[in-house]
């Protein structure tokens, strides 16, 4: 824990918070407010909270959150992002908000204005900067290990969502591409720079009990190179699984969860909090990373910027929405002054 531990507010208390809550732990007390099962999520995190030496307290309004905290983070569902992050910021509070940053291009680009003008700092959660393989990923491209990028291919696969309901609304969630894919649509701009045009084909079958969604996403970036994104949420018996293959002038790399074994996932179970969620290495949490690095800078403002900005979450749901245009339409989008 820091020499000052922090006031943490969690706005939410569903899968997401649940992996956020060990590195939050790591960091100060929590103050968790949600509309349905903040008692039952704190009452999880009892034990855990007090043998790290901190707490978890439940409030019954927002208003009582950003009075009791010093910083704030959203774990909320994605269409409810947008809000609870201006009420936060507005509060004069720092903010760490799960990716999407926001499900409209306009909501996104709106909050990181209103960071601007409140002063303060707005971190969005693009947590697979954090996981192993894609750090090597954007070493190897910054050191020029791999020369100038030519191809890149990455692949996301799990199974549907079903536990909750609104991920399979695409005007609540933006589906498979703005919940799922916009991992790699993120990192393809993180470590192949400015897209300035997308195109997409996508599908949903199945039922409503059992469905299934399929996208592939084909950017290309400023520099000439081309991003090939591809994401499944399948049936239910479907493993978490990620890859992808990384090519430029000088050589390659690749990574396929698969074949790592800290990278083994078990079978999404839809009862559970966390089945759709990758396994992690408590010692080596991505998620406890991510917030270590955001909540670190603003305890101490020396430290370098943290990795992800919140230009970099706005520039992902533009290139997400993009795509979904491009679904709709069935036309390649230009992204004017690249995302």
Not at 123 to 143: G, I, K, N, S
Request: aromatic content about 6%; hydrophobic content about 50%.
């Amino acid at each position: 824990m820091p020499a000052t531990p922090l006031r943490i507010g969690l706005v939410g208390a569903g899968g997401i918070a649940h992996a956020h809550m060990p590195g939050l732990l790591r960091l100060g007390s929590v103050t968790v407010y949600a509309k349905d099962g903040a008692p039952e999520f704190a009452a999880a995190w009892a034990s855990a909270a007090a043998a790290a030496g901190s707490s978890v307290t439940v409030v019954d309004s927002l208003d009582a959150l950003l009075e009791a905290v010093d910083v704030v983070d959203v774990v909320t569902p994605t269409f409810a992002h947008a809000e609870v992050v201006r009420a936060a910021l507005a509060a004069g509070k720092d903010v760490v908000s799960e990716k999407p940053l926001a499900r409209t291009d306009a909501d996104a680009s709106d909050l990181v204005q209103c960071a601007r003008d409140a002063g303060r700092r707005l971190f969005p959660a693009h947590v697979v900067r954090f996981f192993p393989a894609y750090v090597r990923l954007q070493e190897a491209v910054t050191t020029g290990l791999l020369g100038d990028l030519a191809v890149l291919r990455f692949v996301r696969s799990g199974a549907f969502p079903i536990r909750t309901p609104w991920f399979a609304d695409r005007a609540l969630s933006g589906g498979i591409v703005m919940d799922q894919m916009i991992h790699d649509l993120d990192i393809a701009r993180w470590v192949a720079g400015e897209v300035t045009t997308v195109s997409a084909v996508g599908v949903r079958s199945g039922t409503d009990a059992e469905p299934v969604e399929a996208a592939h996403v084909l950017l290309t970036h400023a520099s000439g190179a081309i991003s090939h994104v591809a994401g499944i949420w399948g049936p239910q018996h479907l493993p978490f699984t990620t890859e992808y293959s990384v090519t430029g002038t000088l050589g390659s790399l690749s990574h396929r969860s698969r074949d790592e074994v800290d990278y083994v996932a078990d079978l999404a179970v839809p009862e559970a909090v966390d089945g759709f969620l990758p396994e992690v290495d408590p010692a080596d949490d991505p998620y406890g990373l991510e917030l270590a690095e955001f909540f670190g800078a603003v305890l101490d403002p020396a430290k370098p910027e943290p990795r992800v900005t919140a230009a970099d979450g706005a520039a992902a749901v533009r290139i997400a929405n993009a795509a979904l245009e491009s679904i709709e339409t069935g036309q390649p989008v230009t992204l004017g002054g690249g995302a």
